[in-house]
């Protein structure tokens, strides 16, 4: 693994009001000595399509980073757990997204998904939130 200032980790977020309902995501990225905050509104999603597609808003934000160790923090169990193979993905979006999001995965020398707790998630929890905030405004 490369040394501690050449780590790269994200925290993501996805959350639907209603789910399915109006839809965020919520990311941020830490990687040398910056730090930056997205949040999206995706329209009408389930709270997993929205966990999936935060994460592949990440991956998308991480292109520059390619070749170096990355870690995810997600406070979405299905989300970590899937991506590390310890559960099945049934549904079609969710496997159709989970497969992108795989594909994505292989441009880094290493990842680690890791499940954390809501509360270490604040940030990106908000981003989210506050992308279907501002969204509902508009509507």
Known sequence: MQSDSELVRVWIDGASSGNPGPAGCGVVIEADGREKRIQAYI???????????????????????????????S???LLVRQING??????????????????????????????IGRGDNSVA???AKRAIRIA????
């Not at 597609?53 to 923090?73: K, Q, S």
């Open 43 to 73: 329209g009408r999603a389930t709270n997993n399509v929205a966990e999936y597609t935060a994460l592949l808003i990440a991956l998308e934000e991480l292109r520059p980073y390619e070749g170096r160790d990355v870690i995810i923090l």
């Open 75 to 77: 406070d979405s169990e």
């Open 86 to 115: 310890e559960y099945q993905t049934k549904n079609p979006v969710i496997k159709k997204l989970k497969a992108l999001a795989e594909n994505r995965l292989k441009g880094f020398r290493s990842v680690s998904v890791q499940h």
């Open 125 to 127: 929890d908000s981003l």
């Open 136 to 139: 509902l405004l508009i509507e």
